[in-house]
């Protein structure tokens, strides 16, 4: 299993898009992106900072719903 690169929100956002995920809202920080077969994800926007692993595997697995695998070659593509 691949070990998970630091990423910040905008390369998640990117990753997310690339899935079939649309922007839906944003309440301050806090971005929801939407799929057409009912999954969402909430990615909190902060431009500095770089995504927790805690944070970012769990997007991974439970919203995205992709391996870590697919994430990483979705991120250097």
Known sequence: MPKLPQVKARDLVKI?????FTFRTQS????VY????????????HPTET?????LTKIIK???QITKAEF???LKS
């Not at 997310?16 to 079939?20: F, I, Q």
């Not at 301050?28 to 971005?31: I, L, R």
């Not at 939407?34 to 926007?45: E, F, W």
């Not at 995504?51 to 944070?55: A, K, S, V």
């Open 16 to 20: 997310a898009l690339k899935l079939g």
């Open 28 to 31: 301050g920080s806090h971005a």
């Open 34 to 45: 939407v799929h057409s077969d009912g999954r969402k994800t909430t990615i909190a926007i």
């Open 51 to 55: 995504m927790g692993i805690g944070l």
């Open 62 to 64: 439970k919203d995205l």
């Open 72 to 74: 990483v070659k979705l």
